[in-house]
C-alpha cells in the first residue's frame, strides 16, 4: 500500500514541477513575503526612530520613550501573518486546480481507476503532493524573514509559531482547491470556485452584524482566520492546528 501511493506521489510530484507554474509560484511567493517583511520592519524600525528622537514630545507621549502599542506583534508578525495568509489564499488554487481537473478533462482518471491502486490510495497522494508542496512553499518563503530576524536577535520562535499556523492554514486552503478539482473538468471552473470558497470561508467578520449573535459566534469559529490569529502572536494551539 505505502509502496503503491509512494509510486504514485512521486509521479504527483514530478508532473508538478515539469510545469513552469510551480516555480513561478515559489519564486513569486518568496519575492512577494521578503518585500512585505521588509516593508513592515521599515516600517516599525522608523516609528520607533520617531518616537525616540528629541523633540517628540506632544501626543501624550514623552520623549524617548515607545508606546505600549507599537512592538513587533502589531507592527511586523501580526501584519505578516496576513500577508502571507492572503498571499496563499491567490497561488494555491493555481496549484490544486489541476490535480483531479486535468485527469477528468484528458481521459486519465480512467486509467489510474483500472490500476491496482484504490481510490483512497489515489487520492491520498494527490493530496500528499499538493501538502508537500505547500510546506516548500512556506519553508522557502521564511527563508528571508527568519535570517533578519536571527541576525537581529529577535523573535525567531514566534516566526515559527506563525509559520506553523500558516502551514495548517495552507493545508486547508489546498484541501478546498482539491476538493474543488475533483467536482469539475475544467481547471479554470476548479480554481474560481477554489477563490470563491476559500475567500468566504476565510472569515465571516461582515456577517455579524445581519445575524444573531450566537450565529455569529458559530460563524467565527467556522472561519479560518479566527483559527489563525493565535499563531501570530505566538501561540501554538492544537486544536486550532487540527482544525
Same mark, same amino acid.
Given at each position: 500500500?505505502?509502496?503503491?501511493? /509512494?509510486?504514485?506521489?512521486?509521479?504527483? $510530484?514530478?508532473?508538478?514541477?515539469?510545469?513552469?507554474?510551480?516555480? #513561478?509560484?515559489?519564486?513569486?511567493?518568496?519575492?512577494?513575503?521578503?518585500?512585505?517583511?521588509?516593508?513592515? @520592519?521599515?516600517?516599525?524600525?522608523?516609528? @520607533?526612530?520617531?518616537?525616540?528622537?528629541?523633540?517628540?514630545?506632544?501626543?501624550?507621549?514623552?520623549?524617548?520613550? +515607545?508606546?505600549?502599542?507599537?512592538?513587533?506583534?502589531?507592527?511586523?508578525?501580526?501584519? #505578516?501573518?496576513?500577508?502571507?495568509?492572503?498571499?496563499?489564499? $491567490?497561488?494555491?488554487?493555481?496549484?490544486?486546480?489541476?490535480?483531479?481537473?486535468?485527469?477528468?478533462?484528458?481521459? +486519465?482518471?480512467?486509467?489510474?481507476?483500472?490500476?491496482?491502486?484504490?481510490? /483512497?490510495?489515489?487520492?491520498?497522494?494527490?493530496?500528499?503532493?499538493? /501538502?508537500? %508542496?505547500?510546506?516548500?512553499?512556506?519553508?522557502?518563503?521564511?527563508?528571508?524573514?527568519?535570517?533578519?530576524?536571527?541576525?537581529?536577535?529577535?523573535?525567531?520562535?514566534?516566526?515559527?509559531?506563525?509559520?506553523?499556523?500558516?502551514?495548517?492554514?495552507?493545508?486547508?486552503?489546498?484541501?478546498?482547491? $482539491?476538493?474543488?478539482?475533483? @467536482?469539475?473538468?475544467?481547471?479554470?471552473?476548479?480554481?474560481?470556485?477554489?477563490?470563491?470558497?476559500?475567500?468566504?470561508?476565510?472569515?465571516?467578520? /461582515?456577517?455579524?452584524?445581519?445575524?444573531?449573535?450566537? %450565529?455569529?459566534?458559530?460563524?467565527?469559529?467556522?472561519?479560518?482566520?479566527?483559527?489563525?490569529?493565535?499563531?501570530?502572536?505566538?501561540?501554538?494551539?492544537?486544536?486550532?492546528?487540527?482544525?
Amino acid at each position: 500500500m505505502i509502496r503503491r501511493i /509512494w509510486a504514485l506521489f512521486r509521479k504527483e $510530484l514530478r508532473s508538478l514541477f515539469a510545469t513552469p507554474i510551480a516555480y #513561478l509560484v515559489l519564486t513569486a511567493s518568496v519575492s512577494v513575503t521578503a518585500v512585505l517583511f521588509f516593508d513592515h @520592519l521599515v516600517r516599525f524600525n522608523r516609528l @520607533l526612530f520617531v518616537f525616540h528622537s528629541e523633540g517628540i514630545g506632544a501626543g501624550g507621549f514623552d520623549t524617548g520613550t +515607545t508606546p505600549r502599542q507599537l512592538n513587533l506583534l502589531e507592527e511586523v508578525f501580526i501584519p #505578516l501573518s496576513q500577508d502571507v495568509s492572503l498571499m496563499l489564499l $491567490l497561488v494555491v488554487p493555481l496549484i490544486t486546480m489541476r490535480v483531479f481537473a486535468e485527469e477528468k478533462s484528458q481521459g +486519465t482518471d480512467e486509467l489510474l481507476l483500472t490500476t491496482p491502486l484504490r481510490s /483512497w490510495e489515489i487520492s491520498a497522494a494527490k493530496f500528499l503532493t499538493a /501538502w508537500i %508542496f505547500i510546506a516548500l512553499l512556506l519553508a522557502v518563503s521564511a527563508l528571508y524573514p527568519a535570517v533578519a530576524i536571527q541576525q537581529a536577535h529577535l523573535g525567531l520562535p514566534h516566526l515559527l509559531a506563525l509559520y506553523v499556523g500558516q502551514l495548517g492554514f495552507g493545508i486547508a486552503v489546498a484541501s478546498i482547491g $482539491l476538493a474543488c478539482s475533483a @467536482l469539475s473538468r475544467s481547471q479554470i471552473v476548479a480554481a474560481v470556485v477554489a477563490y470563491a470558497f476559500s475567500f468566504i470561508v476565510y472569515d465571516f467578520h /461582515w456577517l455579524e452584524t445581519l445575524v444573531s449573535q450566537p %450565529f455569529a459566534h458559530v460563524l467565527q469559529e467556522v472561519a479560518l482566520q479566527s483559527h489563525l490569529q493565535n499563531f501570530a502572536r505566538g501561540l501554538v494551539e492544537l486544536r486550532h492546528w487540527v482544525y
